[in-house]
């Protein structure tokens, strides 16, 4: 059985530990961390501490004496192969196939499987293979005796980043009411979008167990904002050779939007993606104070690039590492690794107030109403129990005398 007493968590594909700050912040405790990239260890023990929590290992070796009994194990298992900018192999590719070792820790576990799930991966899981790995992945957790909910958040609701991520809660005992299929509330819930919604209306032959949810949060805050002001020497800043060059890669309608910006009488900011059209190179520019999802720097591409113009001048330079941890709503994380893997550490991981919003309005109410009361009931098991083998103790013990 997992302890009652805590919401305490089992951290699977752990990355730096963005998944961990959400849920603290929420009230939940990490007991227990695994990954398998070195690199992100670095900055989740630079950040957190090295401690025993973390198991640095391929999710295929774990052995169910490594992971300790919890009430939440949590799943951002690698999305290459499921993103629409990747090969789309689904589940059974090289990287998101790891989901399946992911399955096979909680069958080790036996009896000790927590009873609740979160899983969390790119938006375009829902669509890989034709919904096919989807669906596999949610029979998985059927079997092993989860009913499943699924939604849909973009982080640009709380922080000024564009990124839509899926997410999956898997509960072994869930009491709460379903929402009817069939109701038009359904379809329009901002966590459930038309595509989500449909999904889930054609699998009835998944074991779900969906719960209501409060509309989501409309963020203020603005990419201007996380900044950080750089010294004009920094080695950061590109030279004028390569900005001009990124400038010439604008398409006629953005290189525009870019001049608009120069002549301008402030300095603004937008951020730009390299991207492939028609096979050739160009150079897209964003402007809207939201920067564009923060992603893995593999092969130079996905880097973000930071372009600052006004008063008939230009700069451009990356995104700095404290600029994606402000993105990534952890202001405050501790960074002190080279530019390229804390790209890497922050591309790969979850937004914080995204996973404080998700325990704070669905896993602490899902926790109070199925497992506190019987968190409640165990304990006074325990305790009638160890009364009343007390009291036939003394009764031995006076009747001696």
């Keep these: 059985m997992y302890n009652a007493h805590q919401k305490n968590v089992a951290e699977f594909f752990a990355g730096i530990g963005l998944m961990r700050i959400g849920l603290e912040k929420g009230g939940w405790r990490t007991d227990f961390a695994n990954d398998i990239d070195e690199d992100k260890w670095r900055m989740y023990s630079d950040h957190f501490g090295v401690g025993g929590e973390f198991v640095l290992e391929d999710v295929h070796k774990l052995t169910a004496d490594k992971i300790p009994?919890?009430?939440l194990a949590t799943a951002s298992f690698p999305c290459n192969d499921l993103?629409?900018?990747?090969?789309?192999?689904?589940?059974?590719?090289?990287?998101?196939?790891?989901?399946?070792?992911?399955?096979?820790?909680?069958k080790k576990?036996?009896?000790?499987?927590?009873?609740?799930?979160?899983?969390?991966?790119?938006?375009?899981?829902?669509?890989?293979?034709?919904?096919?790995?989807?669906?596999?992945?949610l029979s998985a957790l059927n079997r092993l005796g989860y009913a499943v909910d699924a939604f849909i958040i973009d982080a640009s609701r709380f922080v000024p980043q564009s990124r839509q991520r899926l997410f999956v809660v898997g509960s072994a005992k869930n009491k709460a009411p379903m929402i009817a299929r069939d109701t038009m509330q359904f379809?329009?819930?901002?966590?459930?979008?038309?595509?989500?919604?449909?999904?889930?209306?054609?699998?009835?032959?998944?074991?779900?167990?969906?719960?209501?949810?409060?509309?989501?949060?409309?963020?203020?805050?603005?990419?201007?904002e996380i900044i950080e002001h750089l010294s004009p020497n920094s080695k950061m800043w590109w030279s004028d050779e390569r900005s001009n060059y990124l400038l010439n890669?604008?398409?006629?309608?953005?290189?525009a939007i870019a001049d608009a910006m120069i002549a301008g009488s402030r300095v603004s900011y937008g951020t730009v993606f390299r991207r492939v059209r028609n096979g050739r190179s160009m150079a897209e520019l964003r402007t809207d104070e939201v920067a564009g999802c923060l992603r893995t720097p593999r092969g130079g591409s996905g880097r973000q690039i930071l372009f600052a113009a006004g008063k008939g001048?230009?700069?451009?330079?990356?995104?700095?590492?404290?600029?994606?941890a402000r993105l990534m709503?952890?202001?405050?994380f501790v960074i002190r690794v080279p530019l390229n893997q804390a790209?890497?550490?922050?591309?790969?991981?979850?937004?914080?107030?995204?996973?404080?919003?998700?325990?704070?309005?669905?896993?602490?109410?899902?926790?109070?109403?199925?497992?506190?009361?019987?968190?409640?009931l165990q304990v006074r098991e325990v305790r009638t129990k160890y009364r009343t083998s007390s009291k036939r103790k003394e009764d031995a013990g006076r009747a001696a005398a």
């Design 109 to 137: 576990m036996g009896s000790r499987r927590p009873p609740l799930i979160l899983l969390e991966n790119v938006a375009g899981f829902l669509t890989s293979n034709d919904g096919e790995d989807f669906h596999d992945a």
């Design 187 to 224: 379809h329009e819930s901002d966590v459930r979008p038309r595509a989500l919604a449909d999904f889930i209306m054609w699998n009835s032959d998944i074991d779900w167990c969906i719960r209501k949810l409060p509309l989501l949060p409309t963020s203020t805050k603005k990419l201007s």
């Design 83 to 106: 993103s629409l900018a990747g090969a789309r192999a689904g589940l059974i590719g090289k990287n998101s196939s790891a989901f399946w070792g992911f399955i096979d820790a909680l």
């Design 329 to 332: 709503g952890a202001d405050d």
């Design 313 to 324: 001048r230009f700069a451009v330079r990356l995104v700095t590492p404290r600029e994606c």
């Design 343 to 376: 790209l890497f550490g922050f591309g790969d991981a979850v937004c914080v107030p995204v996973i404080e919003w998700i325990a704070k309005n669905y896993l602490n109410p899902l926790w109070e109403e199925n497992y506190a009361e019987e968190e409640t």
């Design 69 to 71: 009994t919890v009430a």
């Design 249 to 255: 890669q604008m398409s006629p309608k953005h290189r």
